[in-house]
């Protein structure tokens, strides 16, 4: 009874080493539409044919998110079967829209290593990259997990701690060729807010909220196909499943359209934390905050360098108390970076 | 904090005034496939591409219903944010199929006001119409809402109550294009029963029943994009959340199937009333009456005019109390017109 | 009263007898996106367009057990709405793959009956085929259910129990044309494991589990059009909605990837046996045994006839009690023939 992957434990990593992670997945019109019975996405560009063709696109794209979940999902068996803990994410990166008849696939080189001093676990950078079926790389980020060993008595690696950007500069991002909000229409978009409307320092409560089902974020993150047993499996986690943090990420990226609804494509992730676990049964209300802005380049193109906040049941805008800890009801603390129209 | 949509309040319309509702959206056969998820749905035509070319249509539509939720679904935030009620529609009209990879947008005229007497709220009539990549009208309904004031001194408008028609004619409907039942399949669609075999008066008992669960609606009512509060944030209903009342029409026409397989395609609406709210672990059933039988003028197609009636458990074949009240069991009435071969 | 369809009664049934079922469908890219959302399925020839065409198919096809739920879903309204069980499978045959865009409708020939001693109810044997909109059978399986008689004065038929095979001979089996593992990704599929790497007798421990909600399997089983209220209804079952027992098949299925993620494709149905109802709450875990293997003639395709085991909770590797009944936790007891690579 050995066929079934044990995962991989902290002893298992060298830095250098490329993972090739398994299963490609082509995502079509259907991911696209579950994407939108899933979160309440509005964002226009990721709604119609028609609005993406406006903007110099050659249709619709699957949400940036869908695409960065498939990408992720593939990593789990290699990456997190046996993690204790995700600790971070930074240097993500959107490179190219993935679009509908699209296959995905993901590889992760090893970049760092550091075992922690219990000698029981350790931390693991990786780059991750997902790739389309034409080998171009569509999204890639560095995420570090802290993992378990197995065998308490393997030799501690050398430490390689990886020097990580804070913040991707505008530089760092790309904008999608072809883009141009030169026609961009106000009206079908949603808002009249442009780039030019939102200040730094800016906060935006978006009013809305979602309560969570068991069923919704268990259908989301099978479709990802995540398979990590937490979020799925009662009897391993008798206390409640676990919901996926990338479920509340699609989620609060979704409740933003409202005082957001420009901010149409994301291209860079600076790093993000899930601040607590949540649960079905909770309701996950979002606030955001105008951290930075930027031209980027491309005329018309703005960049807007946004944290994300999800809270279960709409605390207040702080998300630490006075030790610098998350206060218990911030769920998600995402910092990253949107294409707007000037 | 003031980049978030307020919804229009009573003193912000005025007749003439033309509403163009965001955000465009294209359907796919994702959608398509989502909706026979949700609800049991078994019409032939809209089940099988096969069965669609046999009756003269290109290929198999979106459900009429999941249609009219997408454009329902926009007008919300410029309608009914702030209404206190759903009174009433009137006057619909789908007036050509939807098709995977079409996109529809809505827009609607204000064509009735009147404002109550106690001068805080007032009912606003609007004509929608959902409209495709072609400009083309596809569907046309009136609803009107009660909808709060938000400033209490605001004048009041001049009344104008439209002149609406209690019931379509048949010459009001238009039957798709190229539809042609002269070769329709009576094995493949369920049932042997044509619109002879109807007659004005005539009841039926759907016989099946479905407990709805809260991932359900909500998963359908985010589908049309309609993110009205009630439906998903039970922080702000902790009395429950109220399920859209389209997705009881939905529900219900897909049990009408089991007596109406051949009623195949939606193109009237006279009437609607949700007669009470509904909430998941309710369990729907369903009956009709045939009100009144018509030949379209095209060979081989007929029109059968039909109550849709949906109930909590299924109480028997009334509607109202003897002060002509609804029954506290009955959730939806409603009134449409239906295109059978003959 | 009397349009809606009240299902047949054994004394309906008559060997040699034809059923062709409503309703066709038109499986689509969004059924192929539900099939990953609703099951944690991973094998990498049904998530891949590449992937499959490496393998010398034209796309990725349909799941084979998706393929299987909408032809089964169609003959519930004609074979089982008064079926008291559900008694067995066998000779089922994938005999080619379904591709989105095909049209599936199902016919059954009745070939046995036996009228049961109390008078009562019967046993009735159907082969059962899928057809697509070439007519070519794409899928077939021998089937039988207890019905109920409605008149118990209905005279016996003649007694006829139809010969099946215990088991599918390989060489029954239909390899796909086109068919072609020798470019096999053993990275990308997720396991290193051949088909030599499987031995008789071998027994397979799939680790994961699910917990399975209302909303999900009746997402499935509408999904799939099988419309039995006793899945749906929880006013005509108070005790509980009991879950399709097509949704454990796949459910089982998926979870066996790990472990099986090289026995791609499904081509052969021996038996299967719902062994105990289940109901959601349940937590579903998966074990295979390997109980035969073979060569199937075409270069480079083996055949693994495997046991497949769903539990709830996962209890130990026994299936019966010393009566020979099944033991109390377990629910599904199928029997299999996949292809892999050698």
Redesign the interface.
Known sequence: ?A???PGRFFEDYSVGQVL?H?????I???????Y?????A???LY?????ARNCGLPQ?PIDDLAAFHVVFGKTV?DISLNAVANLGYAEGRWLQPVY??D?L?SESEVIGLKQNSNGKTGVVWVRTRGLN?RDEVVIEYVRWVMVRKSDFDAPAPETLVPELKKSLDVGDLLVPQGLDFSNYDF?????A?RWD?YNTGE?????????V????H???T??W?N?A?VH?????RPEG?LIYGGHVISMARALSF????NAQMIVGLNGGAHANPYFAGD?I?VWSEVLDKAETGVSGVGALRLRLVATK??EPFELRNEDGKYLPNVLLDLDYWALMPI
Do not use: C, W
Request: net charge negative; proline share 5%.
């Open positions: 009874m066929k079934t992957n090739h398994a299963v490609p997945r082509t079509t019109d259907g991911e696209r539409a579950l939108h019975a899933l979160y309440p509005r964002h226009a709604s119609s044919d028609e609005f619709s068996p509908p008849g296959t696939r079926q009206v079908q978009s949603g808002e807010h409307a906060m935006i409560d978006h009013v809305d909220g979602v309560t089902e068991e069923a919704e268990m259908l989301a099978r479709l196909q398979t047993k799925f499996d009662l009897t391993f499943r409202n005082g957001l609804a309701t209300k049941g709409g």
